[in-house]
């Protein structure tokens, strides 16, 4: 018999790419997803991938009702994968309660569901994030969490509470798994970062600004503290974090944690700046990027790299990929969606 897994917000960026890796390794999966940020297709793109068309139920996990029969339904489910969620961090400060009520109450409907019929395995999406401006780079899980700069900042840290609290009154076992920036798309280029409307996130904008979708990208801020004064992340490919959530699910499926809660950083360990993605971007396309640079982002972090040793030497996981083979593959992602489209 397969494991059957719900992977929650599956026809996502990261979800999509987690249930590849899921199908790959002979897990059966079960997609909920609402359709909010993403399209129907990529159900057939995984089908592509993998010569399997997982399962797939469209509704919001907000809806109590819906998913209490959901859950009825499926009561032998091995381990949940809690991907949907909004993170649009510069809505959720134009509107704070639509992302309060969706991430949070989506995970209280989840975890009740879970406490109900003794399901106990939960992986958790949450994000560097909840490190604010860490004191200390590259920063380790043990750091402490800074006041969100964002109500969708806030989400993840409550709802890494939310875990620690229900795990600690319940038979539930989870991970929560720490994003620094992913990036990149899928080798077949079949599937990858497709936001609906006018892309928040580097990756995406300066691809569809290279095709002329976007007449520039702005490059937020050139006077931080940083080597070129462009701000700095740990930007990781899609495909080496799903692969992180497969160990993930491995290790509580066959009970292997240390603890009943555990977290770990997901990143490389490198910093780039905006201006050394350009870069790359630059050399890997040969497409000369029209940019432009502007004003710092409200909220936005100055600089932030993982130390990735708690996850190297637990998970026995390590991020393979480079920065080019990143920008690479989000590209030939991009070109094949122009094909498509014309
Ligand atoms: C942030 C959060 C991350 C969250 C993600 C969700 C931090 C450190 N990271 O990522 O946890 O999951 O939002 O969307 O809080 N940039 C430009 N021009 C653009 C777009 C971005 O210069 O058009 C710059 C940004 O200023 C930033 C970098 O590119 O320095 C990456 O930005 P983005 O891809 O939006 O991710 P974060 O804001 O780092």
Redesign the pocket.
């Known amino acids: 018999m397969k494991h059957k897994i719900l992977v929650t917000g599956g026809l996502g960026y990261i979800g999509s790419h987690t249930v590849v890796e899921l199908q790959s390794a002979g897990y059966e999966v079960i997609i909920v997803d609402d359709l909010s940020n993403t399209r129907m297709e990529v159900l057939g793109k995984i089908a592509q991938i993998t010569g399997t068309k997982p399962h797939f139920e469209n509704f919001d996990l907000v809806d109590s009702e819906l998913t209490q029969k959901f859950f009825d339904l499926h009561p032998d489910l091995s381990g949940i994968i809690h991907f949907a969620a909004f993170?649009?961090?510069g809505e959720s400060v134009e509107n704070p309660l639509k992302y309060y009520r969706n991430n949070i109450q989506s995970l209280i409907n989840i975890l009740e569901n879970m406490e109900r019929l003794k399901l106990s395995n939960l992986v958790f999406s949450s994000?560097?994030?909840v490190y604010g401006q860490p004191d200390e780079l590259p920063v380790t899980e043990q750091a402490p969490r800074k006041a969100a700069?964002s109500p969708?900042?806030n989400t993840k840290q409550i709802s890494e509470d939310i875990i620690r609290d229900t795990v600690v009154a319940s038979t539930i076992r989870s991970i929560s798994l720490r994003?620094?920036?992913p990036v990149g798309a899928h080798p077949s280029a079949l599937i990858g970062e497709l936001p609906l409307g006018v892309?928040?996130?580097?990756?995406p904008?300066i691809t569809q600004t290279a095709c002329g979708i976007r007449p520039q990208?702005?490059?937020?801020?050139s006077d931080y503290n940083t080597p070129d004064g462009?701000?700095v992340?740990d930007y990781i490919h899609v495909v080496d974090l799903a692969q992180a959530h497969l160990v993930a699910v491995n290790r509580l499926v066959n009970n292997l944690g240390k603890a009943p809660y555990e977290i770990f950083n997901l990143g490389t360990g490198n910093g780039n700046s905006?201006l050394e993605?350009i870069q790359s971007f630059e050399k890997v396309s040969g497409v000369k990027l029209n940019y432009t640079i502007t004003d710092?982002?409200p909220g936005?972090?100055e600089q932030?790299w993982a130390n990735t040793q708690f996850a190297n030497d637990e998970l026995g996981w390590k991020a393979q990929l480079s920065l080019d083979e990143m920008t690479l593959s989000a590209w030939k992602f991009q070109l094949e969606l122009n094909k498509n489209n014309q």
């Open positions: 993170k649009a961090v994000s560097c994030t700069l969708y900042g994003y620094f920036n892309p928040n996130n580097l990756l904008f990208l702005r490059v937020f801020g462009t701000a992340r905006v993605v710092r982002r936005d972090v932030v």
